[in-house]
Structure formats: C-alpha cells, structure tokens
C-alpha cells in the first residue's frame, strides 16, 4: 500500500483528494494536515510514502515544510498540488525537495498516476512546470562559474574551477524590493500591523511576506530576521 498524507488548508480539496486516494487499491490516505505545522509533525508521526503538499497554508508554508520533511524523512516523497505557477514559487519548492509538481487543474489519473510514479522513486513535473524549472536552471548556470567546453591540450592541468563564484551564487538568493522594506521594518521592531499600516497592505498579506521572506533567508523568527537585516546589502 502507498501510504499518503495530504497537506491542504481548504477542507473540500483535501477531503476530495482523500476519496479519490481511498478508492484506489493500492493506495491509503493515513493522515490529513490543514496547515503546514500539521504536515510537518503527520509525517515525522506516520513516515508516509508520499505527502500532497499545498503551498499556500497557514503558520508554516508549503516550501518551508516540504524543506523540513525531506531533511528528515529522506524516504517520503513531497508531492506539491497547488493553483501556483509563477517561477519564483516553483523554483523555491524544488530547491527545497519536492519530487513531483502539478497544478490543481491537473486530471485525477494524473494525479494518481503521479503518486505511483514517487513510490517508484520517479520525480514528475507537468511541461510548463518542466520548463520554468530548466529556464531557471539556464539563468542561474553563469552564476554559477560555468564556463564553455574548451579543447584541452593532452598532458595539461585541468582549469581551475571560479570557488568564489560558486559561493556567491549561494548567497545570492535575492528578495524582491517589497521583501527588503518589510524586512527593515521588522528591524525596527514593527509589528505585521504596524507594517501594514505603512505600506497600505493586508496584515495577511505581510504574515505572507514575512513567511516568504523566513523561508529565504532559512529563519525561524522574527529577531533571527531583525539580525539578518544587518547582513543584507542596501539597495538604494
């Protein structure tokens, strides 16, 4: 039996997905997250084979559960199902360890032929998801110290790989402008209110920010954001 856990803050697509999981044979829905700090604890409790990770969720991320599962359960497979698609997004969720992408728009044999491919050890990405992925890859490479192949003369040393170029790409996980505003004023020991307020935003719009801007950055708090603020370099 593939074992499943299913991660989804809206109960009519989780409960869905669970009947569609649970008429397979092979298949078995053992727990159900409606946030991504349920996700996290489900799967270090029940070691799944497979987890259906929705993004967007309250008090932990899609990205930063999916980070902190395969970091601990190396076996379980992160299967992200969520409406978003732009490249950021995407790229954040592969990066920390997701093996499958698809969008909720994607066909129920799909998604079920999906979860069969994980438990296999197979990685799935749906075309368009595919192509952001290899785009990012392409714009990241000259970062990254790649350089064109050369012909190289018999009996000579290999060149020698740009170190400090790797190590810069690193470190070079940017925020957007907006990400940079509300990062200093949390430095300032502003609240999401207060920032709301002084950027005409939502407070659930800034909680946004802020757990994007923590999932970037590899923080667990607010004063680990205020530290970090020190180290980021000014833009303007």
């Not at 076996?75 to 990066?95: K, W, Y």
């Not at 012909?151 to 790409?169: I, N, Q």
Request: charged fraction near 30%; hydrophobic fraction near 45%.
């Amino acid at each position: 039996m593939i074992r499943v856990v299913i991660a989804e803050d809206q109960a009519l697509v989780r409960r869905g997905a669970a009947i569609l999981i649970s008429m397979e044979a092979d298949m078995e829905v053992v727990g159900q997250a409606r946030n991504g700090v349920e996700a996290v604890e489900l799967a270090q409790l029940l070691r799944p084979d497979v987890v259906l990770m929705d993004l967007h969720m309250p008090l932990k991320g899609g990205v930063a559960a999916t980070r902190e599962i395969t970091r601990a359960l190396p076996n379980t497979q992160i299967l992200v199902l969520t409406t978003l698609n732009d490249d950021e997004t995407v790229f954040e969720a592969v990066r920390a360890g997701a093996h499958a992408y698809l969008l909720k728009d994607a066909a129920e044999d799909e998604l079920l032929d999906t979860i069969r491919a994980l438990r296999r050890g197979e990685s799935r990405l749906t075309p368009q998801i595919a192509r952001k992925v290899m785009d990012q890859f392409r714009r990241l490479a000259p970062a990254f110290g790649a350089e064109p192949v050369r012909e190289s003369t018999p009996g000579a040393p290999p060149p020698e790989r740009s170190l400090p170029a790797r190590e810069s790409a690193i470190d070079a996980e940017s925020l957007t402008d907006k990400e940079e505003k509300i990062l200093q004023l949390i430095s300032e020991s502003m609240t999401n209110r207060q920032i709301a307020g002084a950027l005409f935003l939502a407070e659930g719009t800034v909680k946004n920010y802020v757990s994007r801007i923590m999932e970037k950055l590899h923080a667990n708090t607010r004063t680990e954001l205020a530290l970090l603020s020190k180290r980021q370099p000014r833009t303007d």
